[in-house]
């Protein structure tokens, strides 16, 4: 089965770190870009990074950009999304999804997403 | 940054009603153009790739059209699980921006 798991979600103090991981299975994830898309609970869709396929290229939001940083290891399938120095604003659902390949970069694969709130 | 705007931000319709929802974008982003339903409480799904290709799996009453910077998401005929927000999102260039969301209700 096609599937993207998220974890590492929870309650953290501004300022403070957290990492994010995203497990892929039932496709070739070395050969996927990757991406990084978060939720306001009740409010749209915001692009946050993504990588390519081989982990030599990333891009970011202004947003997040200098704070956080998205890494993959292809030999465990695995996404990540290391996040520091962070705001109340970075409070959100955290998907990761899968840029298909033909589809001028559709994110076709999304993940359940994981909470993040950032709250004193 | 490319902005995304969409419209209507909600709308109510009834079971067989045609629906159509609109994308514009703040430049020219040719085709490069996707649309996504997300149903309460669950993630995003791809409905439309590349501004009118239909993802595998989606039913045929979804449609989508435009180029440039005019889009459209089209149900030919409203169905009861379509009740969902509708995103749209550009991927001509990062950062892949979204749409602020279309709510559409079932009168």
């Known amino acids: 089965e096609v599937q993207l798991v998220e974890s590492g979600g929870g309650l953290v103090q501004p300022g403070e770190s957290l990492r994010l991981s995203c497990a892929a299975s039932?496709?070739?994830?070395?050969?996927?870009?990757m991406h990084w898309v978060r939720q306001v609970p009740g409010k749209g869709l915001v692009w946050v990074s993504r990588?390519?396929?081989?982990?030599?290229?990333?891009n970011y939001a202004d947003s997040v950009k200098g704070r956080f940083t998205i890494s993959r290891d292809n030999a465990k399938n695995a996404l990540s999304l290391q996040m520091n120095s962070l705001r109340a604003e970075d409070t959100a659902v955290y998907y990761c999804?899968?840029?298909?390949?033909?589809?001028?970069?559709?994110?076709?694969?999304w993940g359940q997403g994981t909470m993040v709130t950032v709250s004193s | 940054d490319i902005q995304m705007t969409q419209s209507p931000s909600s709308l109510s319709a009834s079971v067989g009603d045609r629906v159509t929802i609109t994308c514009r974008a703040s430049?020219?982003?040719?085709?490069?153009l996707n649309w996504y339903q997300q149903r309460p409480g669950k993630a995003p799904k791809l409905l439309i790739y590349?501004?009118?290709s239909l993802q595998s799996g989606v039913p045929s009453r979804f449609s989508g059209s435009g180029s440039g910077t005019h889009f459209t998401l089209t149900i030919s005929s409203l169905q009861p699980e379509d009740l969902a927000t509708y995103h749209c999102?550009?991927?001509?260039?990062?950062?892949?921006?979204f749409g602020q969301g279309t709510k559409l209700e079932i009168k």
């Open positions: 999804a899968r840029a298909a390949d033909g589809t001028r970069n559709a994110l076709d694969i």
């Open positions: 039932g496709f070739t994830f070395s050969g996927s870009w």
């Open positions: 990588i390519n396929s081989g982990g030599s290229s990333t």
């Open positions: 430049q020219s982003i040719n085709t490069f």
């Open positions: 590349a501004a009118s």
């Open positions: 999102q550009q991927s001509f260039s990062t950062p892949y921006t």
